[in-house]
T-cell receptor
Framework: GAGVSQSPSNKVTEKGKDVELRCDPISGHTALYWYRQRLGQGLEFLIYFQGNSAPDKSGLPSDRFSAERTGESVSTLTIQRTQQEDSAVYLC?????????????FGPGTRLTVL | QKEVEQNSGPLSVPEGAIASLNCTYSDRVSQSFFWYRQYSGKSPELIMSIYSNGDKEDGRFTAQLNKASQYVSLLIRDSQPSDSATYLCAVIRNTGNQFYFGTGTSLTVIP
């Protein structure tokens, strides 16, 4: 079946502009996760959704970052007033339930470049 | 101190050898441990998960967990060139709802 999809695959933007990144999880997966991976670095956990709710937003790097999920399906990660340090690959993952032991399936990522 | 630490490598082993990847974590209450494989330019994929002390084997892969020493390792037996990738260690605390990933160890298996 279809895996996790993300769009766009690449995004180049100018400093100060807002960007919106989209994630479509595997159908039926109730949990959704957003990560950031800077070049040569590990994954940085940003936020997760259980259904449409995000119980813990403390992983978001700043108040310029926000995320929402609707219909227990698609999620968007919005970065306002982008900065060069926001340049990274943004990965989305989903799992069947929000159990710590559930396997997360990752999407292909969105490569964001802020000029 | 980072939540999860890994030797970034690169680690090179000849084909057929055993590759040993190590990971240490800082929070003693961590309960769940994962190894992900990430090929260059690709997304991570789960290789192994382990939750209790000891060894867990799955094919050529063995995960080892030692909670007293706060380390988790991944052994790859009969290494193949297709195993060449970055291996990410991930840890989940018993409390809280965040995953912590290490920076990954780059493995190259030389034919």
């Amino acid at each position: 079946g279809a895996g996790v999809s993300q769009s766009p695959s690449n995004k180049v933007t100018e400093k100060g502009k807002d960007v919106e990144l989209r994630c479509d999880p595997i159908s039926g997966h109730t949990a959704l996760y957003w990560y950031r991976q800077r070049l040569g670095q590990g994954l940085e956990f940003l936020i997760y959704f259980q259904g449409n709710s995000a119980p813990d937003k403390s992983g978001l790097p700043s108040d310029r970052f926000s995320a929402e999920r609707t219909g227990e399906s698609v999620s968007t990660l919005t970065i306002q007033r982008t900065q060069q340090e926001d340049s990274a690959v943004y990965l989305c993952a989903s799992s069947l339930n929000y159990l710590l032991t559930d396997t997360q399936y990752f999407g292909p990522g969105t490569r964001l470049t802020v000029l | 101190q980072k939540e999860v630490e890994q030797n970034s490598g690169p680690l090179s082993v000849p084909e057929g050898a055993i590759a040993s990847l190590n990971c240490t974590y800082s929070d003693r209450v961590s309960q769940s441990f994962f190894w992900y494989r990430q090929y260059s330019g690709k997304s991570p994929e789960l290789i192994m998960s382990i939750y209790s002390n000891g060894d867990k084997e799955d094919g050529r892969f063995t995960a080892q967990l030692n909670k007293a020493s706060q380390y988790v390792s991944l052994l790859i037996r009969d290494s193949q060139p297709s195993d060449s990738a970055t291996y990410l260690c991930a840890v989940i605390r018993n409390t809280g709802n965040q995953f912590y990933f290490g920076t990954g160890t780059s493995l190259t298996v030389i034919p």
